[in-house]
């Protein structure tokens, strides 16, 4: 088992290799398993501008087409789709449709994406009789537009789940039902792996590039009653992505953005931010955050000016 190469760095063998110093996977990289995969036609690095008057704006209007966004300018993009689970805000579509929808946004997200830019989707998986693996129909539906996979990350609300009682079969093999607790964020790559090397700032620490490197997260769930939409994500999800995957200054798009956490976690790291939304009623529940947070923000820098 050969785990060294002729430059002390590591080599992948049989069974993996602890090292990762100037590490040769070329072997696993060219083995069958592999074969066909990864990028095909890798893109050339180019960024173009947005307007400004469209950079820090929710538009309440379908993300199917993003025509206030220039081909190759958005550095990142988080979201949550719709469940259509009969939520008020959803449409009740077929299976086919509901897939339909994400592949027309997320064609969209693939166009306006920088080469090597992030598309991170958080999505729970749905039902028991039988169990909807959306996270999976959302990779298939990535995979056909070209989106490189790198990878996924299991949200563990295990903290704040509710006390579900829908065990089934209580104590019995008969037909006993699993209680999840976590939710999938699916992490992929426009075209390649990297992105374009920036004079733009990190602003991502030692501590959190650690935590945030693993593959599984743990933090609360947001409440739906405090921020009147009927399934938010935590400020925290979209914080982390925001902080790994651009620099200070990139442009976050989030193109399902329900009450407006993603453009608030933009802000919070000094990212700007364009949101969608077909709902009139929570395009103005997240331009309302946004303001308070807004607020928020230029209080603080009040204060900090009076106590130097």
């Not at 693939?110 to 992030?118: D, F």
Request: hydrophobic content about 35%.
């Amino acid at each position: 088992m050969n785990r060294y190469n002729k430059n002390n760095g590591t080599k992948t063998s049989a069974f993996g290799s602890p090292g990762r110093v100037n590490h040769d996977s070329s072997k696993f990289y060219n083995s069958k398993l592999y074969s066909g995969n990864g990028q095909k036609n890798i893109p050339e690095f180019v960024e173009n501008s947005i307007l400004r008057e469209n950079i820090n704006r929710v538009f309440c209007k379908s993300s199917e087409k993003m025509s206030e966004l220039s081909d190759n300018s958005v550095h990142l993009m988080v979201t949550s789709p719709p469940y259509n689970v009969g939520k008020e805000y959803d449409n009740d579509l077929t299976l086919e449709e509901y897939r339909k929808l994400l592949y027309n946004v997320f064609k969209e997200t693939y166009r306006v994406l920088v080469p090597g830019g992030r598309a991170c989707i958080n999505v729970a998986n749905l039902g028991r009789k039988p169990y909807l693996p959306l996270h999976s129909y959302v990779i298939e539906e990535m995979d056909k537009l070209g989106f490189l996979m790198r990878g996924e990350i299991i949200w563990n609300k295990a903290s704040s789940a509710s006390q579900s009682f829908a065990w089934g079969s209580w104590l019995s093999a008969s037909n006993p039902t699993l209680r999840d607790i976590h939710e999938y964020i699916l992490v992929f790559s426009k075209g390649r792996y990297d992105r374009k090397k920036s004079d733009k700032k990190s602003t991502i620490s030692k501590e959190e590039f650690m935590e945030f490197t693993k593959s599984i997260w743990t933090f609360s769930a947001e409440r739906a009653s405090r921020v009147k939409h009927p399934a938010p994500f935590p400020v925290e999800l979209a914080y982390r992505l925001i902080q790994l995957y651009t620099f200070e200054n990139d442009v976050v798009l989030d193109p399902f953005l329900g009450s407006g956490t993603t453009c608030i976690a933009a802000l919070k790291t000094n990212r700007k931010y364009i949101g969608y939304d077909i709902d009139k009623k929570y395009c103005e529940i997240a331009e309302k955050r946004i303001e308070e947070f807004k607020m928020g923000l230029s209080s603080l820098f009040s204060q900090s000016i009076l106590t130097q």
